[in-house]
């Protein structure tokens, strides 16, 4: 069995192929990477152009290197567009590339009259892929789980997002004919262990949302904010006696 034979067999989407760079504005979405070592924060020409994220000898902020993204002119990003890049390739797998950010990138700029952030334009994608798959609760899921992550990486409050790939998954399996449902926390904190095996229907799980635990003390990433890893899984009655 291919590996893409055994994704599907999880219900995960793969694409036949990489779906083809769009137009944007009569030239190729993918874009020509600038060779100049200019700060994408302040400006100042670099003595040298970094080969790894580095701080710029001017203002100090970090700059960070993406060599195979064809979103931005320049390989030095800011570290909002570096998240924002890492997160468009991430979402490969379901069709989504260059081309479709700078579509998005223009829409936005078009409604609002200024150019919004690369923050803004991953937002919209991810948007309008959950009205695109408003009834795939397992891609939900997934997608909610990803913004999740996007959240945590750019030092937000993701807590609300989180609680909605949970909400999805217990749909998800509400949509697979799943009655109740254990709380696996193996991998998360002590706060969260003595949710462990613990059961619910899966309509009082909706109801109480239990997950993310509420009181996890785990660490996120980026340190600080808790990123509860606490995730449901069907029980079965028969095998559980």
Not at 126 to 134: C, E, H, K, P, R
Not at 192 to 214: G, I, T, W, Y
Request: with cysteine; glycine share 8%; hydrophobic share 35%.
């Amino acid at each position: 069995m291919g590996i893409k034979d055994f994704l599907r067999r999880f219900g995960f989407r793969v694409s036949q192929q990489k779906a083809q760079h769009s137009k944007v504005g009569g030239q190729s979405a993918a874009k020509h990477k600038s060779p100049e070592g200019v700060c994408p924060y302040c400006g100042v020409v670099l003595d040298s152009a970094p080969k790894r994220k580095a701080n710029c000898q001017q203002c100090g902020r970090f700059i960070y290197v993406r060599t195979k993204q064809d979103v931005f002119d320049s390989q030095l990003l800011t570290e909002v567009d570096a998240i924002s890049a890492d997160y468009l390739k991430k979402l490969d797998y379901l069709g989504i590339n260059s081309g479709h950010y700078h579509n998005k990138r223009n829409s936005l700029a078009e409604k609002f009259g200024t150019n919004p952030s690369s923050r803004d334009v991953m937002w919209g994608l991810y948007n309008d892929l959950i009205v695109n798959n408003i009834r795939d609760y397992f891609t939900l899921k997934q997608l909610y789980f990803a913004m999740a992550h996007f959240q945590e990486d750019l030092g937000e409050n993701f807590a609300d997002t989180l609680r909605l790939a949970r909400k999805m998954e217990l749909y998800h399996y509400r949509e697979g004919g799943v009655d109740k449902v254990a709380v696996l926390s193996t991998n998360c904190c002590p706060e969260c262990a003595a949710l462990h095996h613990k059961v619910f229907s899966v309509a009082d799980a909706l109801n109480e949302m239990p997950l993310p635990c509420h009181s996890c003390i785990s660490e996120s990433r980026q340190g600080g904010k808790r990123f509860c890893l606490c995730v449901y899984g069907p029980y079965i009655e028969d095998l559980n006696k």
